[in-house]
């Protein structure tokens, strides 16, 4: 068979097929009709490509789809007389639904596909498209009083409306497909904010903010026939809907606020956000952001970039992270860090808090799927937060969404997580960072690091421990400040830390040891001074080793000052903590313990 002979049997067995499923999901025939034709065109176009292809109306369905949701001008099907009562039911129930809902519905009910391959073109696991055609047809049964069996049958109905659309024949596309291939390249320029890709999901699902274009670039791009990014971008349809957010409150009803390309206003979305874009030269972004119904305040945001290439995006996915474990506000703290696995190229979580009344706790997650990044953060005001495991599988739920249009396959898979030292905070590497700082009494102010230093002599040592570590021939301190300057404060408040690095881990052993015997027998050599609340810690297997005490010195008949000092070793290197406290601001006991162990944490960065 002739090339021609076998594009216009293509074209003929399946050109009305399209156009209904274009129309079923838009309710705009028009816009159905138009898009259905340009997407045959770009066919002809690609037909050494797409005539060997195991289901070439799938190749030609995506982009049918996709022109045609851009194109659609709202719920237009009520200002056409063209079509009966019923048509208006059947689009109104499918109108209630979300757009990922409809699509897989549609897929499954009208296309025919079955479930494993609705899930692999919507680029979602089969669980997950599973539970939205559930939904779906659950919702527009009880629409249309029919059993969600008979759905296909009222789907069918639409086809009746088709009469008024007329496509062209096999030869005139193939006649506009030539033309295309002779300019080869066309010189395109996509602008941001211009014609809506969603406008009409958004008519679909009231109460959401119209996404335009802009929801696919940031900035103009040249666009070939080759190799569109219009057609490969992730879109309003890949991000998180109100039934996957509920992993971040189960308890509790969810709707999505708005969705937005992060164009307008400063960009800053979440807390800690540093800049607009984590990329800032990546091809596009897409932000929504939820609210949950009920007495507790549960919020949450999405941003997915998409960046120009994978080394761009590993870049961009580091910065994201950075911003929240070096985040630097008053009385929040990085509490915990879970590496995630089975999701994407690489995954992590985060958990901060500000230690306020009413406490909030933030639960951050971040994954990169090829050249795309995504992350959530969820926001829990006076509540318990998510527990790990359902920030994960949210997490595993957004990077599903996003596989098929990431250049990535299989990135989401069962997750798994386990507790990690927090990633590198920007700040001087092997040494606490603001964020890892928890809160002191009931002071307002944050805290504020110096400088790195030398460590030499060191700032943190006190006369119990005398810990001297060019003395002790560390090859390498170093040594940083944390005040609150900003706050009512006497001047010797504050936290210094300070490490040294040997030249083997045994004589790093033989320094800590020695330090752990002078602290002991403190008392004895200065009597103005009491040593209580010792703890000591030793697990070989697990790499931890760390001492901490509380020291009280008398420094007149009226006058104490209490330290709290903490040693901690991993590997070969050896950091000591002390803080100075004020009388009625001070840190408790087991946070301190907390710190000196975040303190080994930030060790490990040195041997990473």
């Not at 490509?49 to 659609?72: F, G, I, S, T």
């Not at 029919?146 to 069918?156: E, G, I, Q, S, Y």
């Not at 590497?429 to 002191?440: H, S």
Request: aromatic share 6%.
């Amino acid at each position: 068979m002739l090339r021609e002979e076998s594009f216009d049997s293509f074209y003929q067995s399946t050109r009305r097929t399209l156009l209904l499923q274009a129309f079923a999901l838009t309710g705009d025939l028009a816009a159905a009709q138009s898009a259905v034709k340009d997407a045959y065109i770009s066919a002809w176009h690609h037909w050494r490509k797409v005539a060997p292809l195991e289901d070439r109306e799938a190749w030609v369905r995506v982009r049918a789809w996709q022109q045609a949701q851009r194109r659609h001008r709202g719920r237009i099907w009520h200002r056409n007389k063209g079509i009966t009562d019923e048509h208006r039911r059947i689009l109104d129930g499918l109108a209630k639904l979300t757009s990922t809902q409809r699509r897989t519905l549609l897929l499954v009910d009208l296309a025919r596909l079955s479930p494993a391959s609705a899930a692999r073109e919507l680029g979602i696991t089969q669980d997950v498209a599973a539970g939205h055609h559930q939904a779906a047809a659950t919702a527009l049964a009880a629409h249309l009083e029919t059993d969600p069996a008979l759905l296909r049958a009222f789907l069918l109905r639409l086809d009746d409306a088709l009469d008024q659309a007329t496509l062209p024949r096999g030869s005139i596309v193939r006649r506009a497909g030539r033309k295309r291939r002779q300019l080869n390249t066309v010189a395109a320029t996509v602008v941001a904010v211009t014609v809506a890709i969603g406008a009409g999901a958004v008519a679909y699902e009231p109460g959401r903010s119209a996404p335009d274009d802009s929801l696919r670039m940031l900035r103009p791009q040249p666009v070939t026939d080759t190799a569109s990014p219009a057609d490969t971008l992730p879109t309003a349809d890949n991000l998180l809907d109100e039934d996957q957010i509920r992993r971040l409150g189960l308890d509790k009803e969810w709707k999505v606020e708005t969705t937005h390309a992060n164009t307008a206003g400063d960009g800053i979305n979440s807390v800690c956000q540093q800049a607009r874009y984590a990329d800032p030269d990546g091809l596009a972004a897409l932000v929504r952001e939820f609210e949950a119904k009920g007495k507790v305040k549960r919020t949450a945001v999405q941003t997915v970039e998409i960046s120009e290439s994978i080394p761009q995006a590993k870049k961009g996915y580091r910065t994201t992270l950075g911003w929240y474990a070096g985040c630097r506000l008053a009385r929040l703290q990085l509490l915990d860090a879970y590496q995630v696995n089975n999701i994407g190229a690489e995954a992590g979580v985060l958990t901060l808090r500000v230690w306020e009344k009413p406490i909030t706790t933030y639960s951050v997650a971040v994954a990169r799927t090829g050249a795309v990044t995504t992350t959530t953060v969820g926001k829990t005001v006076g509540a318990k937060p998510p527990p790990a495991r359902q920030i994960t599988q949210s997490l595993a739920d957004s990077v599903s969404m996003l596989c098929a249009r990431s250049g990535s396959t299989g990135c989401a898979k069962r997750p798994t997580y386990r507790m990690v030292p927090p990633p590198p905070s920007g700040e001087e590497r092997g040494l606490l960072a603001v964020a890892d700082l928890p809160p002191v009494g009931n002071v307002e102010r944050p805290w504020v690091g110096t400088d790195a230093s030398s460590g030499r002599p060191n700032p943190s040592m006190t006369t119990c421990d005398r810990a001297n570590f060019a003395k002790a021939r560390a090859q390498r301190t170093r040594s940083r400040t944390f005040l609150i300057p900003e706050a009512k404060l006497p001047a010797r408040f504050g936290l210094s830390e300070t490490y040294g690095r040997f030249r083997t881990q045994k004589a790093a052993r033989r320094f800590l040891d020695e330090v752990r015997s002078r602290v002991a027998s403190c008392e004895d050599r200065d009597l103005a001074t009491n040593v209580t609340s010792a703890r000591t810690v030793r697990n070989p297997k697990r790499g931890v080793d760390w001492s901490a005490w509380t020291l009280r010195t008398e420094i007149s008949e009226r006058e104490a000052v209490r330290f709290r000092v903490g040693f901690v070793r991993i590997g070969r290197t050896v950091s000591q903590l002390t803080f100075v406290s004020a009388p009625k601001d001070d840190i408790a006991g087991p946070r301190f313990d907390a710190l000196v162990q975040r303190a080994g944490d930030r060790l490990r960065e040195l041997d990473a």
